[in-house]
């Protein structure tokens, strides 16, 4: 099973692979051990602290609001990360080719199809720049507009490839 941990400052990231298909739950529960993971390593959290929403719905702890938090899964991973500041997450499976045309009719800005149409491998960086859409919406905790209106870039917004997945995290 592969583990990719990283670090910017007070952002930590752990991510683990799947090496077997899990159900949408089971996928949800190991979310949540991998942040138990790094709560135990970073903030000395032994169990998981009660999650609850803000106004605008993104999930925050209870009891230690100074703890900010995101978590993503696909099929192939599991993600999570932890900060002293706003951070948001997201890891996708990388789309199949079928998937692709569909999806950028409804996701995606006419200057972000042009750049996954001229990429030398479409698939690939659709899911980049859904990725950074999704830690963006999720580290702001407000979603506005439509997807194809989201910004795909902005400052401290970390993308990288594994074998069969994408990911994403951006932090304030």
């Known amino acids: 099973m592969e583990k990719i941990v990283c670090r910017q400052g007070d952002v930590r990231i752990l ?11 089971e996928l949800s529960n190991r979310a949540r051990n991998v942040l138990l993971a790094l709560l135990g390593e970073y903030y000395g959290i032994s169990e998981l602290p009660l999650i609850v ?10 009891d230690y609001p100074s703890i900010h938090f995101s978590l993503s899964h ?23 080719g079928e998937e692709l045309e569909e999806l950028m009719g409804v996701a995606f800005s006419e200057a972000e199809c042009r750049k996954i149409r001229n990429s030398s491998s479409p698939a690939l960086e659709l ?22 209106e989201w910004p795909s870039e902005a400052p401290n917004l970390v993308t990288a490839d594994a074998d069969r997945f994408v990911f994403s995290y951006h932090w304030r």
């Open 127 to 148: 899911t980049r720049i859904w990725t950074r859409k999704e830690a963006i919406v999720k580290c702001s905790g407000e979603v506005i507009g439509e997807p194809c």
């Open 53 to 62: 929403k803000d106004a605008g719905g993104k999930p925050r702890f209870a």
């Open 74 to 96: 696909c099929k192939a991973a599991v993600m999570a990360a932890v900060a002293d500041r706003p951070v948001g997450c997201d890891v996708e499976d990388i789309v199949s």
């Open 15 to 25: 991510i683990l692979e799947n090496t077997r298909k899990l159900t949408p739950m």
